[in-house]
């Protein structure tokens, strides 16, 4: 079956700008997690969604929201880009909250 | 808070050798730890979870609560086992809402198999 797919896989940005990336989970996966990745920090939890609700959210600041659409599809959106915001974000998909997660390629942002 | 702690950044053996990457974790409760795999230029992929305790692609894994480690062991090392390792922990469903899909990772340790 097809696997994670995460859309646009690069992005280039300015600082000031807003951002939407989005997720579409593996067939019959309902929880959606976001992580950002970068060299100084590693990877990081952003949020959790599971059918359409926010369950769970990392240390990230009010800019980073997301959502969860009912066929389990997500967005996550970062207001007033920062250049610290420039990073891989990768989003992972499981059947349930403690079933293995999938990860798709992830997006690649950077904010000049 | 949970933590997961990689203490070697990088590691290279030889083709043949053991090798056993580390990592140590610190939760108060009790966790589920995890082996990610990133080879070059591919997805971030499980590559053992230690409640199901196979061995995959050589490799296993223990988890020590007295030590709270979860080292990651394979005998002989392949070429094609370089890649990235990252350990991650998740608490176990009775943590409740701080736990939904959050996994918690290392650093990350990257492994050189010289031929």
């Known amino acids: 079956k097809a696997g994670v797919t995460q859309t646009p896989r690069y992005l280039i940005k300015t600082r000031g700008q807003q951002v939407t990336l989005s997720c579409s989970p593996i067939s019959g996966h309902r929880s959606v997690s976001w992580y950002q990745q970068t060299p100084g920090q590693g990877l990081q939890f952003l949020f959790e969604?599971?059918?359409?609700?926010?369950?769970n959210k990392g240390n990230f600041p009010g800019r980073f929201s997301g959502r969860q659409f009912s066929n389990s599809r997500s967005e996550m959106n970062v207001s007033t880009l920062e250049l610290g915001d420039s990073a891989l974000y990768l989003c992972?998909?499981?059947?349930?909250?403690?079933?293995?997660?999938?990860f798709g390629p992830g997006t690649r942002l950077t904010v000049l | 808070a949970q933590r997961v702690t990689q203490p070697e950044k990088l590691l290279s053996v030889f083709k043949g050798a053991p090798v056993e990457l580390k990592c140590n974790y610190s939760y108060s409760g009790s966790p589920e730890l995890f082996w990610y795999v990133q080879y070059s230029r591919q997805r971030l992929q499980l590559l053992l979870r230690?409640?199901s305790r196979e061995s995959i692609k050589g490799f296993t894994a223990d988890l020590n609560k007295g030590e709270t480690s979860f080292h990651l062991k394979k005998p002989f090392a392949q070429e094609e086992d370089s890649a990235m390792y990252y350990c991650a922990l998740n608490p176990l469903p009775n943590a409740g809402g701080t736990s939904y899909g959050k996994l918690t990772f290392g650093q990350g340790t990257i492994l050189t198999v010289h031929p």
């Open positions: 992972a998909s499981s059947r349930d909250t403690y079933n293995e997660q999938f």
């Open positions: 230690h409640i």
């Open positions: 969604y599971f059918s359409e609700t926010q369950r």
